[in-house]
């Protein structure tokens, strides 16, 4: 038996060396993204020096510089001053500046959450309802019609950007909350009817027509007994349905300016003075990415299946 | 079962399946094949979204007739096609290898498999943003890295037009290289102990299992993960706006990004609703071949 031996069962040493080049693989790769969260707790002197500096004495001023905005003022004018109450104004004051206000970041975050949770709401609950018919029933053209809901994800969304936009402006939703999250749903019904129909076709219909049997209707079979079976397949869903939201930037730079716009075309334009505020981008980089990294560890057994909407599942 | 059913008070069965589907139904038609209609029909036309009073007059296939005719877009074509090319051919080879080498169990797999998927879930408008730190000429950490191993001196990734192109590529690689990988090692997991050890009898090679079983039954997953890459590359616009929004110049003008100049900065709405429809047919196109090809390999 011990001769037979499959790529997966490698000898000691190809095993050890395939090792090392993942995780020196993994150590470069994960760089670009440790190097950004890093220099969000550089000062923003330390992050402009040459050569890159790699220890450095942490600062909050990219955090502080995430959250207000600031002027510059004359050295007379901030002498002229009560000394400053908290931490955060003394490190802005030390910087020969004042604090004048918060800056745009949280709104624009709540945004992303509001809208992202109000999306991914929508699409998984639209999206279970339609799943479960084409799992279930016998729909007319179904093959036509579950390629026809994917097929809206080959559209460029510049495409369909400018009609959307003239149809939201006459219909009142540009720049809108409820207008981004129509928007959005639409955008993850595709991807979110394709992965719940896979997860349903898992679920076997036995366990609905025991519950028939005893007296439940296809509605309440669906609720109490489809709907709590495929709570995983739900999850995970839901989860990709948010990380599009999430990271989606296209829509929201062309659709959205000032009430609705979410964070990933605001994060750009909080450079700052001279451009050179890359602490506070740092910032505003890490607390937007740290949820989606969470949610991939969360998600890692079913990557795979929402990445390819459930064409390869494993 | 089907005459028990039947009896079953409530709704019938093909009630609830049309109640079920239509809002889903609606939606997509309303927010995604309405909106391409209205395109294709702006395409006919003349017609400006920023003059709202201006006489909207129909123009036949002018704007197809101008777009198929212009150099420019031509060039466009071409950055699109070396992006998209460049980036399919690195990331077919170095997230086969990288599936490759997980394939070979060892302890904390799966841990290594989440930290190198991290940067394809992250966002791609924030990731350029970020990568434009990382390449500047001066502070950036790419610069530095690259220096380090072999003295070029200053350069400018972002803003020198021979190495724009490849700026792109790299971030892109790097984003989603993981993407083939995971479904690479799918595609490996997939494949039966049982067909190694009847080459093992055969005294077959290493090579020649790895050409003859590897490859093989790895090739139809790699075509689909290329599938998905190459259509999303051919729309890309989030990650090039953000890092080098099209230049310098244009020498990193990708189809997407001249369409948004074309539609919202000059507001030519009929001429870029033209052009979208175009792009959408390539795409569709390509895509429904290599669909063919795909399958006919995969009966093989």
Redesign the interface.
């Known amino acids: 038996m011990d001769?037979?031996?499959?790529?997966?069962?490698?000898s000691g040493f190809?095993?050890?060396l395939?090792?090392t080049?993942?995780?020196v693989?993994?150590v470069v790769?994960?760089?670009?993204?440790s190097?950004?969260v890093a220099?969000s707790f550089k000062s923003v002197d330390s992050?402009?020096?040459?050569?890159?500096e790699v220890f450095f004495e942490p600062s909050l001023e990219g955090y502080v510089n995430l959250f207000t905005n600031r002027s510059r003022q004359p050295k007379d004018y901030l002498d002229s001053l009560p000394p400053p109450d908290t931490w955060y104004e003394e490190l802005v004051r030390s910087r020969e500046m004042v604090i004048t206000g918060p800056s745009k970041f949280l709104p624009r975050y709540s945004n992303s959450l509001i809208i992202g949770f109000g999306a991914t709401f929508f699409s998984v609950f639209?999206?279970s309802?339609?799943a479960?018919?084409?799992s279930?029933?016998?729909?007319p053209l179904k093959d036509d019609?579950l390629f026809?809901?994917l097929?809206?994800r080959?559209?460029?969304?510049?495409?369909?950007?400018?009609?959307?936009?003239?149809?939201y402006r006459k219909l009142g939703l540009g720049d809108t909350h409820v207008g981004m999250i129509?928007?959005y749903?639409?955008v993850n019904?595709?991807l979110s009817?394709w992965l719940l129909k896979g997860f349903m076709d898992e679920i076997p219909r036995e366990y609905e027509?025991a519950a028939?049997?005893d007296g439940?209707?296809?509605?309440?079979a669906?609720f109490k007994v489809v709907l709590p079976q495929a709570t995983t397949g739900i999850a995970a869903t839901a989860i990709f349905c948010m990380?599009f939201s999430?990271?989606?930037?296209?829509f929201a730079?062309?659709l959205t300016q000032f009430n609705a716009q979410t964070a990933?075309?605001f994060?750009?334009t909080i450079i700052g003075e001279g451009g050179l505020d890359?602490p506070a981008?740092?910032a505003g980089?890490t607390l937007?990415?740290i949820p989606?990294?969470i949610?991939?560890?969360v998600l890692?057994k079913h990557?795979?299946r929402g990445?390819?909407f459930g064409?390869?599942r494993? | 079962?089907k005459s028990?059913?039947k009896k079953?008070?409530?709704?019938s069965?093909?009630a609830?399946?049309?109640?079920?589907?239509a809002?889903?139904?609606i939606?997509?038609l309303?927010?995604?094949?309405?909106?391409?209609i209205?395109?294709i029909r702006?395409s006919f036309t003349n017609f400006y979204?920023n003059k709202i009073g201006r006489e909207v007059k129909f123009v036949g296939l002018k704007n197809y007739k101008k777009i198929l005719g212009k150099e420019e877009i031509w060039e466009k074509m071409q950055i699109t096609a070396h992006f998209v090319c460049w980036t399919l051919v690195l990331q077919a080879l170095i997230g086969l290898g990288?599936a490759?080498?997980?394939?070979?169990?060892?302890?904390?797999n799966?841990l290594?498999?989440?930290?190198?998927?991290?940067?394809?879930?992250?966002?791609?408008?924030?990731v350029?943003?970020?990568?434009t730190?990382?390449y500047n000429p001066?502070?950036?950490?790419f610069n530095?890295v690259v220096n380090f191993f072999y003295d070029f001196g200053i350069f400018d990734m972002i803003g020198s037009s021979t190495l724009a192109p490849w700026s792109i590529v790299i971030v892109d690689t790097?984003m989603w290289?993981?993407?083939t990988m995971?479904?690479c090692l799918?595609?490996?997991?997939?494949i039966p102990?049982y067909l190694?050890?009847a080459a093992?009898?055969d005294r077959a090679s290493k090579w020649q299992?790895f050409i003859h079983i590897?490859l093989p039954s790895v090739l139809p997953?790699l075509l689909?993960?290329l599938l998905?890459r190459g259509?999303e590359n051919?729309?890309m616009?989030?990650l090039v706006?953000?890092l080098t929004s099209g230049g310098p110049g244009s020498a990193t003008e990708l189809?997407?990004i001249n369409?948004?100049r074309e539609?919202?900065e000059k507001w030519k709405?009929g001429y870029?609703?033209a052009f979208?429809?175009i792009?959408?047919v390539t795409?569709?196109g390509f895509?429904n071949v290599y669909v063919k090809v795909m399958n006919k390999i995969k009966d093989r």
């Open positions: 001769t037979s031996r499959s790529p997966s069962e490698a190809s095993r050890k395939a090792a080049i993942i995780i693989y993994m790769t994960l760089i670009p993204i190097w950004m220099t992050a402009i020096s040459y050569p890159p639209l999206g309802l339609a479960y018919a084409l279930r029933f016998k729909v019609l026809f809901i097929s809206t080959m559209f460029p969304p510049i495409a369909v950007a400018v009609p959307i936009f003239i149809m129509i928007l749903t639409v019904l595709s009817v027509e028939m049997i439940y209707s296809r509605m309440q669906f990380i999430w990271n989606e930037y296209a730079v062309l990933p075309p994060i750009p890359w981008i740092g980089t937007f990415l989606v990294m949610f991939t560890v890692r990557l795979l990445i390819t064409a390869v494993k | 079962m028990a059913a079953f008070k409530g709704l069965d093909k609830i399946a049309w109640i079920f589907i809002p889903t139904l939606l997509l309303a927010i995604n094949i309405y909106p391409l209205y395109a702006m979204a990288l490759l080498l997980l394939n070979k169990k060892f302890k904390g799966e290594l498999t989440t930290l190198i998927v991290l940067p394809m879930m992250l966002s791609p408008a924030v350029g943003v970020f990568w730190y990382l001066q502070v950036g950490l530095y790097w290289t993981p993407f995971l479904i799918a595609g490996l997991r997939s102990n190694y050890e093992e009898v299992q590897t997953f689909l993960a998905f259509i051919f729309k616009f989030d706006a953000e189809a997407s369409l948004k539609a919202f709405t870029s609703s979208a429809v792009l959408f795409i569709f895509g």
